[in-house]
């Protein structure tokens, strides 16, 4: 990523290429206002979001695991 984080980029064996270019909107809100977009489409859609409550759940258990491993020690 470029410092701006606005670019994806990739160095191959030819050089340098552009996965992906973000444009993004640096207004208050902004930056999860995709997130809110994809979660109101998937209660529009009835589909099972990126990532739901169960999965977000999961990955925040993991996390307060190792910090317990951590603070205790082991």
């Known amino acids: 990523m470029n410092s701006e984080l606005t670019t994806l980029e990739a160095v191959t064996e030819n050089g340098h ?24 489409d998937c209660i529009e859609s009835g589909q099972k979001p990126e990532t739901d409550g169960y999965d977000a759940l999961k990955s925040l258990r993991t996390i307060w695991a190792m910090y317990e491993a951590v603070v205790s020690g082991g």
């Open 17 to 40: 290429q552009t996965l992906m270019t973000y444009n993004p909107d640096t207004s208050p809100g902004s930056f999860v206002s995709g997130e809110i977009e994809h979660f109101l």
